[in-house]
């Protein structure tokens, strides 16, 4: 799926809205990242998360073993 403009209808059939959210640099860097172990976006992460349709616990856990994989290298 491509970035969609705001007002954009999505795959989901509804019509996305720009949001605002507060969160800490670390905060943001860590969702970047989980957006990025899931090939998405983050806008897009946030929705499927929102949606259940992902659980960071499963990409935080997918994320370690990579990591610790990369060390016993």
């Known amino acids: 799926m491509s970035n969609l403009k705001p007002g954009s209808e999505s795959d989901y059939g509804e019509v996305k ?3 605002s959210i507060a969160v800490t640099d670390t905060g943001y860097e860590g969702l970047r990242l989980l957006a990025q172990a899931c090939g998405c ?6 929705e499927r998360l929102g949606r259940g349709m992902v659980c960071a616990t499963d990409v935080t856990n997918d994320m370690r073993s990579h990591s610790q994989s990369n060390l016993t290298k």
């Open 17 to 19: 809205k720009r949001r």
């Open 41 to 46: 976006s983050l806008s897009e992460y946030l």
